[in-house]
């Protein structure tokens, strides 16, 4: 099984994409979480990619091209993978179609656009709360943590993302119009796109994306 998420920066790919992996047991490739690693760690990656992330720009497709073809190169991924982030212009999703036939993986079988509209996205990504040790994403009105300063999972300090401030997010949702929104009908005319309504509480969306995806993948 080869997913991909597609919607805007706080659409809720992370969280749907979690989920989706634990149930079907098949790892969640996450480029922003790969990318973040890499800048924690100071590689060569992480020390190039940084600034752009804080001004929430795209990292060169190259770069990209890199992280995924290692990471689907990895046998975790034999049974699939759930992609969250990857592909986000034209350019990447040609390189992904290439890239899944050079690691046996076939091709993608769907692609999930998680429709929210602007304000809410906004109002999410305002109080997004992340993990820097295992990732996990919190909110501190629709999920908090049980202790507001601390991860549930793992105990670490959350923290909020230097491109969670609001002067970012506006950056964001443009690089997101310019770049990745054309994705969407790309992805349609390959008859691949499955559009979700992403507005509502978290359980309600996963009742959507659960539904669609198991009656188009399993059916
Ligand atoms: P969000 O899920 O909130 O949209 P991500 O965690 O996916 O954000 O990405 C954070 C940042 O990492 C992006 O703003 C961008 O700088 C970089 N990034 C992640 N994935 C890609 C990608 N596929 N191509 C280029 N840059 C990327
Ligand atoms: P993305 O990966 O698309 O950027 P996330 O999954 O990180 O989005 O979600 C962005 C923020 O909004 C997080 O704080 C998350 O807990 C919260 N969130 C996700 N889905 C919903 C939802 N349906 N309703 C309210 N908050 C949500
Ligand atoms: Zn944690």
């Excluded at 922003?32 to 100071?42: F, K, N, P, T, W």
């Excluded at 020390?47 to 060169?60: C, E, P, T």
């Excluded at 008859?191 to 198991?214: N, Q, Y």
Aim: include cysteine.
């Amino acid at each position: 099984m080869l997913l991909v998420f597609l919607g805007p920066p706080g659409a809720g790919k992370g969280t749907q994409a979690t989920r989706l992996a634990a149930k079907y047991g098949v790892p969640q490739v996450s480029t922003g979480d790969m990318l973040r690693e890499a800048v924690a760690a100071g590689t060569d990656v992480g020390l190039r990619a940084k600034s752009i992330m804080d001004a929430g720009r795209l990292v060169d497709d190259e770069t990209l091209a890199d992280l995924v073809r290692a990471r689907l190169g990895q046998p975790d991924t034999a049974g699939g993978a759930i992609l969250d982030g990857y592909p986000r212009n034209t350019a990447q999703a040609k390189t992904l179609d290439m890239l899944l036939s050079d690691t046996s993986h076939g091709a993608v079988d769907r692609v999930v656009f998680l429709d929210v509209a602007e304000e809410i996205l906004v109002e999410r990504l305002s109080q997004r709360r992340a993990c820097p040790a295992c990732n996990a994403n919190f909110h501190l009105l629709f999920k908090p943590p049980a202790d507001d300063a601390q991860c549930d999972r793992c105990g670490t300090q959350l923290v909020q993302r230097e491109d969670d401030q609001e002067d970012v997010v506006r950056d964001r949702l443009r690089v997101y119009a310019d770049n990745t929104a054309p994705l969407v009908e790309y992805y349609e005319q390959l008859g691949l796109l499955v559009r979700i309504d992403g507005d509502g509480s978290i359980d309600d969306v996963w009742g959507r994306v659960d539904g669609a995806i198991s009656r188009t993948v399993c059916a």
